[in-house]
């Protein structure tokens, strides 16, 4: 067992390690440092040396924490619940933490009387540090001792045998119990001259001794009632009956533990104080008289300290069993709280008599006492629950009853039925929304309040030390380029707007051109002949821009509104004001197409005055641009009008010495390169070898792209770059942020995919109505369709899913995505459809092999798509029942390839094995990559075997395969063959 070190000692007697360091020099004793262990003999002697003096300047204030402690019954609670926590640490480990600092400083600040002095505690660390044993025992003593010297040393120490480390935290023997209790071959603490109050003054110290009754021999562990009974010199009296009598060994100690249990109970009693005996229960009676007995036989037990202290051990009770519900202890709960805490003290005595772990016994514990709170509760649908007072309680998103139940202490079953009562019908692990839980939480008095994802989500984060809030340093901004988006009416220009700025920019830009599209860019203005920077998001129009903010992206500083000059406001022009609008986005209009016949700026100008976008020209603040994206007209003018805008209403500037954060614009799977996600930098500075953390999916920067394909060590605020290293494809509008190293940016990611189950699945079950269980039953195959979307990027899987929902049909059929994703279909989808009885939309996705045949097996419908509107227009009509399909798309083949021939005649020519089916000339193909389509719209134009010109390869063969023009193969593609076959009307 541990040793004894210098800072622990220190923290025992209440002074600093160097005084220890000091005080051992002077003994002769040849100590290095601080966290330097000391052998036994010395701790005893430090504890001589130091025990004394302590004593007399600590007891006047722990009399008043004490006193004040049982006066106040929730402030108790938490003082309770402090040093229960404190002790409890304690004896887990003998580190430093703050609980046992606490946990120490009280001790070191007794009441005097009875109170545990220092010393005790010095004594209970030289008999541990000689002495193994006492652990728990002695942790918990120690909370008894801080909080109600005395009867919980006594549980404590009974529970004792448990524990290893004592060093620091061996119950709080005073020296002379300690010597009294010693186990033979113990080495006696000091001894009591000290004149540490002791249990002496308890009437029954006699009995107590006799729990100290010898223990078998030579076990050289300290007896766990000896120890208590050293703690209860403390002055917990009853403590030491108590442990004594438990300790009691074999014999008659069986009895005595029995009796202690009891008293354990009766100590519940106690503390609960006159609640408790007026408790309906025989039991509970019992407990009181035993109580009585207890007391004078066993001494003062933990229960039976009760009075002030039990408040103390209520309100640690409620803690405890509050299961961190705020306010653990409720009024009116109050008494049978406070006897849980007794019984939280009384667990020591149980825990020791059988000699069992005590883990069963408190499981039975608490279930006797959740039975006997819930006798008095209220009746709620045929059950019994214990109300409480309108406190607060949250639970996550996808929360159940189990979860529920464990933070109020009732049990989910319960909590089933009160909810069936109320007309819903729920299992104790299914999910339930907040709407549920409000209605469940008003009848049973509680406040339950569900937190929201963001809420969550920083909590989540400030585990890791991360504050989103954190105010910037002022002193550290520095300017920014605005971030652009541009938004507009369908055909007004938007695309052809970004080309446009994107080309201007290549001839401008000295980079050279950009070469690849990922999802944003940056371009150079000169403005008043300094070079300014504009980012812009590369996803025209307001769906994008307000599917980023509905997961909290606020990355747009200013709008570009697009309005055709020949056709004026229309319906999402408007819809695009709103969004701007809603979002604080201040907006610069581009008045396009002026090239055009009819081109009418000036209408459209009197247009937007209607909606709030008043021109420059007629007084208002907007500014106005007449451009033609076509011929590139004024394209400067606009961008300049975006930075005059900008500069004019904003205040844009970001610290980028801060750890960098922002939000993702677009991710992609790349065969090559794996996750490769855009992000849009907000503040700080991100960094090739960042740990970074993108929603659920985490990494370290493998590498940063521009979006001219050029590597960058770093990017600033507003910078777009394509990060290569995460493990995962993360979602658009995922936010981003740098952790403090791997493992915590792994960590965060998973904690937040938990959530994110618990919340879909919270979303996925629907809680039956008994109202019209019925009817919802006689429709529940038809009344929503659940579908699963994989495609090939996130901007398609969230445009497909936008999509979707936009779709209306009528009120009792609907549409919920259940789960989305990209990459290819996996097993895991095919799962979630059974389940779920889900169809899976492929959008330029395929599964394996083995997973289509699961599906089929299954019995899953998995439909491809490779055009948005194609999906969007079978789904909405076979949700409005019309869908009949004419022909449907049959794949008749598979083919490896393994080869590639290159011929000058031909190009190139797939030499494949056919993996399943048949491959015929002439029939329509595809190329899948990596389970994703890759090419599309191709055809068997040449097919061979060997040298000669075949119309058909069958399953098993090998074949070359010409796609005609089209020769961009590689090895390991796979060519899929498909036909349109007719399908019978129904
Ligand atoms: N004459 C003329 N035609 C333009 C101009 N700007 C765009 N167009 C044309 O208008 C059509 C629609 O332009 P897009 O850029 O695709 O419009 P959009 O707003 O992106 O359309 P959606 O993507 O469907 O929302 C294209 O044929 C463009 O060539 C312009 O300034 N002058």
Same mark, same amino acid.
């Given at each position: 067992?541990?040793?004894?070190?210098?800072?622990?000692?220190?923290?025992?007697?209440?002074?600093?390690?160097?005084?220890?360091?000091?005080?051992?020099?002077?003994?002769?004793?040849?100590?290095?440092?601080?966290?330097?262990?000391?052998?036994?003999?010395?701790?005893?002697?430090?504890?001589?040396?130091?025990?004394?003096?302590?004593?007399?300047?600590?007891?006047?204030?722990?009399?008043?924490?004490?006193?004040?402690?049982?006066?106040?019954?929730?402030?108790?609670?938490?003082?309770?619940?402090?040093?229960?926590?404190?002790?409890?640490?304690?004896?887990? /480990?003998?580190?430093?933490?703050?609980?046992?600092?606490?946990?120490?400083?009280?001790?070191?600040?007794?009441?005097?009387?009875?109170?545990?002095?220092?010393?005790?505690?010095?004594?209970?660390?030289?008999? /541990?540090?000689?002495?193994?044993?006492?652990?728990?025992?002695?942790?918990?003593? &120690?909370?008894?001792?801080?909080?109600?010297?005395?009867?919980?040393?006594?549980?404590?120490?009974?529970?004792?045998?448990?524990?290893?480390?004592?060093?620091?935290?061996?119950?709080?023997?005073?020296?002379?119990?300690?010597?009294?209790?010693?186990?033979?071959?113990?080495?006696?603490?000091?001894?009591?001259?000290?004149?540490?109050?002791?249990?002496?003054?308890?009437?029954?110290?006699?009995?107590?001794?006799?729990?100290?009754?010898?223990?078998?021999?030579?076990?050289?562990?300290?007896?766990?009632?000896?120890?208590?009974?050293?703690?209860?010199?403390?002055?917990?009296?009853?403590?030491?009956?108590?442990?004594?009598?438990?300790?009691?060994?074999?014999? %008659?100690?069986?009895?005595?533990?029995?009796?202690? !249990?009891?008293?354990?109970?009766?100590?519940?009693?106690?503390?609960?104080?006159?609640?408790?005996?007026?408790?309906?229960?025989?039991?509970?009676?019992?407990?009181?008289?035993?109580?009585?007995?207890?007391?004078?036989?066993?001494?003062?037990?933990?229960?039976?300290?009760?009075?002030?202290?039990?408040?103390?051990?209520?309100?640690?009770?409620?803690?405890?069993?509050?299961?961190?519900?705020?306010?653990?202890?409720?009024?009116?709960?109050?008494?049978?709280?406070?006897?849980?805490?007794?019984?939280?003290?009384?667990?020591?005595?149980?825990?020791?008599?059988?000699?069992?772990?005590?883990?069963?016994?408190?499981?039975?514990?608490?279930?006797?006492?959740? &039975?006997?709170?819930?006798?008095?509760?209220?009746?709620?649908?045929?059950?019994?629950?214990?109300?409480?007072?309108?406190?607060?309680?949250?639970?996550?998103?996808?929360? *159940?009853?189990?979860?529920?139940?464990?933070?109020?202490?009732?049990?989910?079953?319960?909590?089933?039925?009160?909810?069936?009562?109320?007309?819903?019908?729920?299992?104790?692990?299914?999910?339930?929304?907040?709407?549920?839980?409000?209605?469940?939480?008003?009848?049973?008095?509680?406040?339950?309040?569900?937190?929201?994802?963001?809420?969550?989500?920083?909590?989540?984060?400030?585990?890791?030390?991360?504050?989103?809030?954190?105010?910037?340093?002022?002193?550290?901004?520095?300017?920014?380029?605005?971030?652009?988006?541009?938004?507009?009416?369908?055909?007004?220009?938007?695309?052809?707007?970004?080309?446009?700025?994107?080309?201007?920019?290549?001839?401008?830009?000295?980079?050279?051109?950009?070469?690849?599209?990922?999802?944003?860019?940056?371009?150079?203005?000169?403005?008043?002949?300094?070079?300014?920077?504009?980012?812009?998001?590369?996803?025209?129009?307001?769906?994008?821009?307000?599917?980023?903010?509905?997961?909290?992206?606020?990355?747009?500083?200013?709008?570009?509104?697009?309005?055709?000059?020949?056709?004026?406001?229309?319906?999402?022009?408007?819809?695009?004001? !709103?969004?701007?609008?809603?979002?604080?986005?201040?907006?610069?209009?581009?008045?396009?197409?002026?090239?055009?016949?009819?081109?009418?700026?000036?209408?459209?100008?009197?247009?937007?005055?209607?909606?709030?976008?008043?021109?420059?020209?007629?007084?208002?603040?907007?500014?106005?641009?007449?451009?033609?994206?076509?011929?590139?007209?004024?394209?400067?003018?606009?961008? &300049?009008?975006?930075?005059?805008?900008?500069?004019?209403?904003?205040?844009?500037?970001?610290?980028?010495?801060?750890?960098?954060?922002?939000?993702?614009?677009?991710?992609?799977?790349?065969?090559?390169?794996? /996750?490769?996600?855009?992000?849009?930098?907000?503040?700080?500075?991100?960094?090739?070898?960042?740990?970074?953390?993108?929603? *659920?999916?985490?990494?370290?920067?493998?590498?940063?792209?521009?979006?001219?394909?050029?590597?960058?060590?770093?990017?600033?605020?507003?910078?777009?770059?394509?990060?290569?290293?995460?493990?995962?494809?993360?979602?658009?509008?995922?936010?981003?942020?740098?952790?403090?190293?791997?493992?915590?940016?792994?960590?965060?990611?998973?904690?937040?995919?938990?959530?994110?189950?618990?919340?879909?699945?919270?979303?996925?079950?629907?809680?039956?109505?008994?109202?019209?269980?019925?009817?919802?039953?006689?429709?529940?195959?038809?009344?929503?369709?659940?579908?699963?979307?994989?495609?090939?990027?996130?901007?398609?899987?969230?445009?497909?899913?936008?999509?979707?929902?936009?779709?209306?049909?009528?009120?009792?059929?609907?549409? %919920?995505?259940?789960?989305?994703?990209?990459?290819?279909?996996? %097993?895991?989808?095919?799962?979630?459809?059974?389940?779920?009885?889900?169809?899976?939309?492929?959008?330029?996705?395929?599964?394996?092999?083995?997973?289509?045949?699961?599906? &089929?097996?299954?019995?899953?419908?998995?439909?491809?798509?490779?055009?948005?509107?194609?999906?969007?227009?079978?789904?909405?009509?076979?949700?409005?029942?019309?869908?009949?399909?004419?022909?449907?798309?049959?794949?008749?083949?598979?083919?490896?390839?393994?080869?590639?021939?290159?011929?000058?005649?031909?190009?190139?020519?797939?030499?494949?094995?056919?993996?399943?089916?048949?491959?015929?000339?002439?029939?329509?193909?595809?190329?899948?990559?990596?389970?994703?389509?890759?090419?599309?719209?191709?055809?068997?134009?040449?097919?061979?075997?060997?040298?000669?010109?075949?119309?058909?390869?069958?399953?098993?063969?090998?074949?070359?395969?010409?796609?005609?023009?089209?020769?961009?193969?590689?090895?390991?593609?796979?060519?899929?063959?498909?036909?349109?076959?007719?399908?019978?009307?129904?």
């Amino acid at each position: 067992m541990p040793k004894a070190r210098v800072y622990e000692l220190a923290k025992q007697f209440g002074v600093d390690s160097k005084t220890v360091l000091a005080k051992l020099k002077d003994m002769g004793e040849f100590v290095k440092s601080a966290s330097s262990t000391v052998e036994a003999p010395v701790v005893r002697k430090l504890t001589a040396a130091f025990g004394s003096s302590q004593e007399s300047t600590t007891a006047p204030k722990a009399a008043t924490k004490n006193s004040e402690a049982a006066s106040k019954n929730s402030g108790s609670s938490k003082t309770a619940s402090k040093t229960t926590r404190a002790a409890a640490e304690t004896t887990k /480990s003998e580190t430093s933490s703050n609980a046992s600092e606490d946990a120490q400083t009280r001790k070191s600040t007794k009441p005097s009387t009875q109170a545990p002095s220092p010393r005790a505690a010095v004594a209970r660390a030289a008999m /541990s540090s000689v002495n193994p044993a006492a652990n728990k025992a002695a942790a918990e003593g &120690e909370k008894a001792a801080t909080r109600k010297p005395k009867a919980k040393p006594a549980k404590k120490a009974a529970e004792s045998n448990k524990s290893a480390e004592s060093t620091t935290t061996a119950a709080a023997a005073t020296p002379t119990q300690a010597s009294h209790n010693a186990t033979p071959g113990i080495p006696k603490p000091r001894s009591r001259a000290n004149g540490t109050p002791r249990p002496g003054n308890n009437p029954f110290m006699s009995k107590q001794r006799m729990g100290s009754a010898p223990t078998p021999g030579d076990i050289p562990r300290p007896h766990p009632m000896s120890r208590p009974g050293a703690k209860s010199s403390d002055g917990a009296q009853g403590g030491n009956g108590e442990r004594r009598g438990r300790g009691g060994r074999p014999g %008659q100690e069986q009895r005595g533990g029995n009796r202690s !249990n009891r008293g354990g109970r009766g100590g519940r009693g106690g503390n609960a104080g006159a609640s408790r005996s007026s408790a309906p229960r025989p039991g509970q009676n019992h407990s009181s008289n035993r109580g009585g007995n207890n007391e004078s036989r066993w001494g003062n037990r933990p229960g039976a300290n009760a009075g002030a202290p039990a408040g103390n051990n209520g309100s640690r009770g409620g803690n405890r069993f509050g299961g961190g519900a705020p306010n653990g202890s409720m009024p009116s709960n109050g008494p049978s709280r406070g006897g849980r805490g007794g019984r939280g003290g009384a667990a020591g005595a149980f825990g020791r008599q059988g000699a069992k772990s005590s883990k069963s016994r408190k499981a039975a514990l608490r279930n006797k006492r959740q &039975e006997f709170e819930e006798l008095k509760a209220p009746v709620i649908g045929g059950v019994r629950i214990p109300s409480g007072n309108g406190q607060t309680v949250q639970l996550p998103q996808g929360a *159940t009853l189990s979860d529920l139940g464990e933070k109020i202490n009732v049990s989910a079953a319960s909590l089933v039925t009160v909810l069936f009562h109320l007309g819903e019908m729920a299992t104790a692990t299914q999910s339930l929304d907040a709407e549920t839980f409000a209605v469940l939480g008003e009848e049973i008095g509680w406040n339950i309040k569900i937190v929201s994802a963001e809420e969550e989500d920083k909590a989540l984060l400030q585990q890791f030390d991360i504050n989103l809030d954190e105010p910037e340093d002022e002193d550290k901004l520095v300017p920014r380029p605005p971030v652009v988006t541009v938004m507009g009416h369908v055909d007004h220009g938007k695309t052809r707007l970004l080309d446009t700025i994107r080309q201007t920019n290549v001839i401008k830009s000295e980079a050279g051109g950009i070469t690849q599209r990922i999802g944003a860019y940056q371009i150079h203005v000169t403005l008043n002949d300094i070079d300014r920077r504009i980012t812009f998001l590369d996803t025209p129009g307001h769906e994008a821009f307000t599917a980023m903010r509905a997961r909290g992206a606020e990355l747009t500083d200013v709008a570009i509104l697009v309005v055709a000059a020949d056709d004026g406001v229309m319906p999402q022009t408007v819809e695009a004001i !709103n969004h701007a609008q809603a979002a604080n986005v201040p907006v610069v209009v581009a008045v396009n197409k002026i090239d055009v016949d009819g081109a009418n700026p000036e209408k459209v100008r009197g247009q937007l005055t209607e909606f709030g976008l008043v021109p420059e020209e007629y007084g208002g603040d907007t500014m106005f641009v007449d451009i033609s994206a076509k011929q590139g007209t004024n394209i400067d003018k606009l961008l &300049e009008a975006v930075l005059l805008t900008a500069d004019a209403t904003l205040d844009l500037r970001a610290n980028p010495e801060a750890d960098a954060r922002g939000a993702t614009v677009e991710a992609r799977l790349d065969k090559g390169r794996g /996750s490769v996600a855009t992000v849009l930098v907000q503040q700080g500075t991100l960094r090739v070898g960042d740990a970074i953390v993108a929603g *659920t999916s985490y990494g370290r920067v493998r590498a940063l792209l521009d979006e001219n394909g050029n590597n960058l060590k770093e990017a600033g605020p507003s910078r777009p770059v394509a990060v290569l290293g995460l493990t995962s494809v993360p979602t658009a509008g995922d936010l981003f942020l740098v952790a403090a190293d791997d493992r915590t940016a792994r960590q965060i990611a998973e904690k937040r995919e938990a959530s994110e189950r618990a919340a879909q699945l919270a979303r996925r079950h629907k809680v039956v109505s008994l109202e019209n269980l019925k009817e919802q039953f006689a429709k529940s195959e038809v009344d929503m369709l659940n579908v699963i979307i994989k495609g090939d990027s996130s901007g398609s899987v969230e445009a497909l899913e936008e999509s979707l929902m936009k779709i209306e049909v009528s009120d009792e059929v609907g549409i %919920q995505v259940i789960h989305r994703g990209v990459g290819a279909i996996t %097993q895991n989808d095919v799962n979630l459809a059974t389940v779920d009885k889900a169809v899976i939309i492929g959008f330029n996705v395929r599964p394996s092999r083995q997973v289509a045949d699961l599906a &089929e097996r299954e019995g899953v419908d998995v439909r491809y798509y490779s055009v948005i509107y194609k999906a969007i227009e079978e789904i909405e009509s076979s949700l409005k029942g019309m869908l009949k399909p004419e022909y449907e798309e049959v794949v008749t083949s598979h083919s490896e390839i393994r080869e590639i021939f290159r011929s000058s005649k031909f190009g190139n020519i797939a030499g494949v094995k056919v993996d399943d089916g048949t491959v015929k000339r002439g029939t329509k193909a595809r190329i899948m990559r990596d389970g994703v389509v890759t090419f599309n719209d191709l055809e068997i134009s040449t097919l061979r075997r060997f040298k000669d010109d075949v119309t058909e390869v069958t399953e098993g063969y090998e074949a070359g395969i010409n796609l005609g023009n089209f020769n961009d193969i590689q090895i390991g593609d796979i060519i899929e063959t498909f036909e349109m076959r007719e399908i019978a009307r129904s």
